[in-house]
């Protein structure tokens, strides 16, 4: 099994920033893709940024230019950097992993259990 678990969430004010964490453990032979999606209240799920393995990055139009993704391959950690937060980021960030397992070499896609961002105006 893998477990991926996800810190740095909270409440912040418009223009401020916040550090999102999601570490993975358990079973792994490795890890190709590492995202972050998000889900507002009546709303669905939506990519926020993805990274590949070799650290090519795609982010949603909404946060170019204000979130940073990166990850750190040897503790096999996904980051999200958030500047210039707005009130309509405010969500539920959900962590995202696509890891090979060591019982059996297949690719699995992995979900964390989500981290509340609330940004007041």
């Known amino acids: 099994q893998v477990q991926l678990v996800e810190s740095g969430g909270g409440l912040v004010q418009a223009g401020g920033s916040l550090r999102l964490s999601c570490a993975a453990s358990g079973s792994i032979f490795k890890i190709n893709a590492m995202g972050w999606y998000r889900q507002a209240p009546g709303k669905q799920r939506e990519l926020v940024a993805t990274?590949?393995?070799?650290?090519?990055?795609n982010y949603a139009d909404s946060v170019k230019g204000r979130f940073t993704i990166s990850r750190d391959n040897a503790k096999n950690t996904v980051y999200l950097q958030m500047n210039s937060l707005k009130p309509e980021d405010t969500a539920v960030y959900y962590c995202?992993?696509?890891?090979?397992?060591?019982?059996?070499?297949?690719?699995?896609?992995?979900w964390g259990q989500g981290t509340q961002v609330t940004v007041s105006s």
């Open positions: 995202n992993a696509r890891v090979v397992t060591t019982f059996n070499r297949y690719e699995y896609n992995y």
């Open positions: 990274i590949t393995s070799g650290g090519s990055t």
